[in-house]
T-cell receptor, first 110, second 113 residues
Framework: GIQVEQSPPDLILQEGANSTLRCNFS?????LQWFHQNPWGQLINLFY???GTKQNGRLSATTVATERYSLLYISSSQTTDSGVYFC????????????FGKGTSLLVTP | ETGVTQTPRHLVMGMTNKKSLKCEQH?????MYWYKQSAKKPLELMFV???????ENNSVPSRFSPECPNSSHLFLHLHTLQPEDSALYLC????????????FGPGTRLTVL
């Protein structure tokens, strides 16, 4: 099946700093989503971005489908940004499942 | 609030119990999913339903039995579970079962004693 790799696995930032999270995937995709999982387990949709660039406030994302990667940018980080960020894809050639990476665990300190 | 609700939010059960998890979506979507998130594995798909028909079973043991009576409701019936089945069970829905954005419920955190 498709492989989804996220980096870095862990990240500690001071409030106000910027960061870039990366997601590499091994095959072509129909769907790519970025999620933020809060401490209670809720997956919050950040972006639906199988290709192109999107921005939402301090967050933006870019997917280069031909090169099989996506980037999530967090600017001016806040303590409320802490949590785990997941990239998930639906492979073009099989199934309906979102295949998740292992996530990037982000801690933003005051 | 994503428009997908799950009950109960927490559940503790013994290995001989039978319980059910419920998911309801208020988004008018046609596809619903069960995912499992355990401590040692990435989030993984269990079942997919599209227009009430099961379209994918990801080799899930028969002690997990899904039911989809209509496009808005999805159940996961549990019986004779094992302690290693303890996990966060997440329900999701989407308009189309392959192409569209999936939205997740808050999850049920299950502990099997």
């Amino acid at each position: 099946g498709i492989q989804v790799e996220q980096s870095p696995p862990d990240l500690i930032l001071q409030e106000g700093a910027n960061s870039t999270l990366r997601c590499n995937f091994s095959d072509s995709v129909n769907n790519l989503q970025w999620f933020h999982q809060n401490p209670w387990g809720q997956l919050i949709n950040l972006f639906y971005i199988p290709s192109g660039t999107k921005q939402n406030g301090r967050l933006s994302a870019t997917t280069v489908a031909t090169e099989r990667y996506s980037l999530l940018y967090i600017s001016s980080s806040q303590t409320t940004d802490s949590g785990v960020y997941f990239c998930a894809v639906v492979a073009s050639n099989s199934g309906y499942a979102l295949n998740f990476g292992k996530g990037t665990s982000l801690l933003v300190t005051p | 609030e994503t428009g997908v609700t799950q009950t109960p939010r927490h559940l503790v059960m013994g290995m001989t119990n039978k319980k059910s998890l419920k998911c309801e979506q208020h988004l008018g979507h046609n596809a619903m999913y069960w995912y499992k998130q355990s401590a040692k594995k990435p989030l993984e798909l269990m079942f997919v339903y599209n227009f009430k028909e099961q379209t994918e079973n990801n080799s899930v043991p028969s002690r997990f039995s899904p039911e989809c009576p209509n496009s808005s409701h999805l159940f996961l019936h549990l019986h004779t579970l094992q302690p290693e089945d303890s996990a966060l069970y997440l329900c999701a829905s989407s308009q189309d079962h392959r192409l569209d954005e999936q939205f997740f419920g808050p999850g049920t955190r299950l502990t099997v004693l």
